[in-house]
């Protein structure tokens, strides 16, 4: 079945810099690629998605890149601010069947102000 | 739009009890996932129903876990007897049919001491 890996496990960064965390899906089939954010205490919000036919998406500070070929994605996120401290889950699904969302094992962002 | 809600919020119990989660997924969404996070691993799936049908249950971790979907609206997942493992968040989301888009509710915290 489809496993995805992401990293890193744990990422500090400084006010205004970027940030990259990147995942790996192992099943060629898998055409969706979300990424949810979690802050402490509360649901994981879907903030980008990606699907298998277009390699890049971008929604004002928060951009997905997507390779195929290397089965890899990652999330960028520009000018961190420290509300974008949370936890981020990559996922990755296949049409067909449940459609269900396999999960990396996140990553823990801190913002230092 | 009223999101996806989850009852309870945090739930305390003794090994061997049994423990009723209940979901309430978005009005008009016939797509329900059910997932667990343990501990300091990834969000895991559990199971899928269409409308009030299971289309996919291979994330059951054993028959101690009953889900249902009476009428296609809301869905409860039962532990009966639970186990010490068995503690970690268990989320709910729900989606429309034909969009993978999954909104997340906001789990329920299950400890077993």
């Known amino acids: 079945g489809e496993n995805v890996e992401q990293h890193p496990s744990t990422l500090s960064v400084q006010e205004g810099d970027s940030a990259v965390i990147k995942c790996t899906y192992s099943?060629?089939?898998?055409?969706?690629f979300p990424w949810y954010k979690q802050e402490l205490g509360k649901r994981p919000q879907l903030i980008i998605d990606i699907r298998s036919n277009v390699g890049e998406k971008k929604d004002q500070r928060i951009a997905v890149t997507l390779n195929k070929t290397a089965k890899h994605f990652s999330l960028h996120i520009t000018e961190t601010q420290p509300e974008d401290s949370a936890v981020y889950f990559c996922?990755?699904?296949?049409?067909?069947?449940?459609?269900?969302?396999?999960f990396g094992k996140g990553t823990k962002l801190t913002v230092n102000p | 739009e009223a999101g996806v809600t989850q009852f309870p919020s945090h739930s305390v119990i003794e090994k061997g009890q049994t423990v009723t989660l209940r979901c309430d997924p978005i009005?008009?969404?016939?797509?329900l996932y059910w997932y667990r996070r343990v501990m300091g691993k990834e969000i895991k799936f559990l199971l899928h129903?269409?409308?009030?049908?299971?289309?996919?249950e291979s994330g059951m971790p054993n028959n101690r876990f009953l889900a249902e979907r009476t009428g296609g609206t809301y869905s409860t997942l039962k532990v009966q007897p639970a186990e010490l493992e068995d503690s970690g968040v268990y989320f709910c989301?729900?989606?429309?049919?034909?969009?993978?888009?999954?909104?997340f509710g906001p789990g329920t915290r299950l400890l077993v001491l």
């Open positions: 009005s008009g969404h016939d797509n």
């Open positions: 099943d060629s089939a898998s055409n969706y």
């Open positions: 996922a990755a699904s296949k049409p067909g069947g449940s459609e269900k969302l396999v």
């Open positions: 989301a729900s989606s429309r049919l034909g969009l993978e888009t999954q909104y």
């Open positions: 129903f269409v409308k009030e049908s299971k289309q996919d």
